[in-house]
């Protein structure tokens, strides 16, 4: 009799494990954060094991490996993940996803400052958009983030992309950030703000995404100037935010 | 050309059942899917072949997440990861003039079995891993067992270039006990010894035309050192050939010459 309770706990707990679905608390870009508290957090245990399922096929079999694989080859990741199912605010952006479909803009809207204005650039593209492969999605790469695409013609979005990047990135656009990622976010191209260049140069920094960082209250800031960011953490900034005053005479 | 396409199905049979597949033929076009090539032949190509009774051959890898479903309902009801190899691309209007046959294949135990498939398709249709779909390259592991092969083009062209300076032999330091006058002089002649010898022995005739022409001037520093003729080494031609094709390596060549 006890055995048979044994045999029908273990077949309800396979059922329960088919059964659970992933009710994400982050959008599809986390799969390009390095940084597996995060994902504990945010996409929770339920998520990490359904995605585990899929990637025992390319040999991953726990959290770190899943991330270290998941950061290195991020348009890999949809076909790793193909078959979850979803649930919860994020279902239809992960869904959406998983069919190929990805916004494009900065995840990040950072507060504004005075800053240069710099028409030459444009990069308009967050990078969370190599989840998608290059070769399916070149043509907005071209369009939207031209600058990028002028130093690197083929964003490698399926082997290591972050190194690949960092090392032809030219010095002057690195240091774009050097007077902190709010002042790049504050640089105005052709009347737009630079939110997602600003992204960039913090993940290219970190391997992690700024607006997830905000989250997990783990955003570096580069300069005093950017510790606003975290002094008003629920921040939703939008263009036309009240603008802080100069930070010329502090950083210039 | 019946012959022929038949060679490969029955090659493909084989090459299945030794590899200890699970695979179902049927006859009926691919389903939709991850395409394994990044770009196959149009469809207009396949028109004439079909005429003549030439099969369209495709092959389904199936990566099941239940392994209960049938591989071809699996497919085609969207409950499985399924890569699609066919040399013609399939198109509606194909439907009626040809014959496609696809073998649906079982790969959700191993990686390795989809490997092993993709290194079959390559060495039976002659195709650089260029052509193939560079996120299945990854998938499957090839990148970090070559990563070579999953390297863009910009990357390779670098670290080929990174080689061959490598391999160029450095101006040889001028002699301490000279004035600076003398150093620049001959830093000046190491120079155009380094633009020569840069220069293949096919055009040794043009070299002695150039001394012949330079024998009526006389000149203080006559003795060039000798440097030998660069050449690619055989691993970067295998490299280039690999990642960026045969065509590149006769470009590489022509360049060099």
Redesign the interface.
């Known amino acids: 009799m006890q055995e048979l309770f044994y045999a029908d706990a273990r077949y309800l707990r396979l059922c329960n494990r088919r059964l659970m679905m992933c009710r994400p608390d982050v959008d599809p870009s986390i799969l390009i954060h390095q940084d597996p508290q995060a994902w504990e957090e945010l996409l929770g245990w339920s998520c990490i094991e359904a995605f585990l ?2 990637a025992k ?3 991953v079999d726990n959290l770190d490996a899943l991330v270290e694989y998941s950061v290195s ?1 991020p ?2 990741m ?3 993940l ?2 979850t199912k979803f649930s919860g605010q994020h279902r239809q952006e992960w869904e959406d996803y998983l069919r190929g479909k990805l916004e494009m803009g900065a995840r990040m809207k950072f507060p504004k400052v005075e800053a240069a204005r710099r028409d030459d650039l444009w990069i308009q593209i967050s990078p969370a958009y190599m989840l998608l ?1 290059f ?1 399916e999605t070149k043509r907005r790469w071209q369009r939207v983030a031209y600058t990028l695409l002028k130093y ?3 964003i ?1 979005t ?2 290591k992309p972050r190194e ?1 990047i960092s090392a ?1 990135l030219p010095p002057e656009l690195r240091a774009l950030s050097a007077r902190g990622y709010v002042w790049a976010a504050s640089i105005k191209s052709r009347d737009r703000y630079n939110d997602a260049l600003a992204e960039w140069l913090y993940w290219l920094d970190h391997a992690r995404l700024p607006h997830i960082d905000v989250k997990m209250d783990k955003f570096e800031p580069r300069t005093p100037i950017d510790s606003f960011v975290l002094s008003r953490r629920r921040f939703v900034g939008k263009i036309g935010a009240p603008t802080l005053p100069t930070n010329q005479g502090q950083h210039g | 050309m019946d012959k022929a396409s038949d060679a490969f199905q029955e090659g493909l049979r084989r090459f299945l059942a030794e590899g200890g597949y699970a695979w179902a033929e049927r006859s009926g076009p691919p389903p939709p899917g991850v395409k394994i090539l990044k770009t196959a032949h149009p469809p207009r190509i396949a028109e004439r072949l079909c005429e003549e009774g030439f099969p369209l051959i495709y092959i389904a890898a199936v990566r099941r997440r239940d392994s209960s479903t049938p591989l071809e309902e699996a497919c085609r009801r969207g409950e499985a990861v399924c890569y699609v190899y066919g040399d013609v691309e399939w198109a509606p209007e194909l439907e009626h003039r040809c014959r496609p046959v696809t073998f649906y294949v079982d790969v959700k135990e191993e990686k390795k079995a989809l490997e092993a498939l993709l290194l079959y398709i390559a060495k039976t249709r002659s195709l650089p891993w260029v052509a193939f779909n560079r996120e299945i390259l990854r998938i499957v592991g090839l990148c970090d067992a070559a990563p070579n092969i999953c390297l863009t083009e910009e990357a390779v062209v670098k670290k080929v270039e990174a080689m061959r300076k490598q391999l160029t032999p450095q101006p040889p330091e001028p002699p301490r006990s000279l004035t600076a006058e003398d150093a620049w002089d001959s830093s000046k002649t190491d120079a155009t010894a380094d633009v020569t010898a840069e220069a293949d022995d096919t055009a040794e005739t043009q070299k002695t035309e150039n001394k012949d022409a330079a024998a009526g001037v006389d000149k203080p520093h006559t003795h060039k050192p000798h440097v030998p003729a660069v050449r690619l080494d055989p691993a970067v031609l295998e490299l280039v050939r690999r990642c960026c094709g045969e065509e590149c390596v006769t470009r590489l060549l022509a360049c060099h010459d």
């Open positions: 399922e899929g096929f390319v040999g080859s348009s890999a949809r076909l790793v193909a078959g492969p070769d690197v013609p083929d490698p399926h082997y690949f032809l």
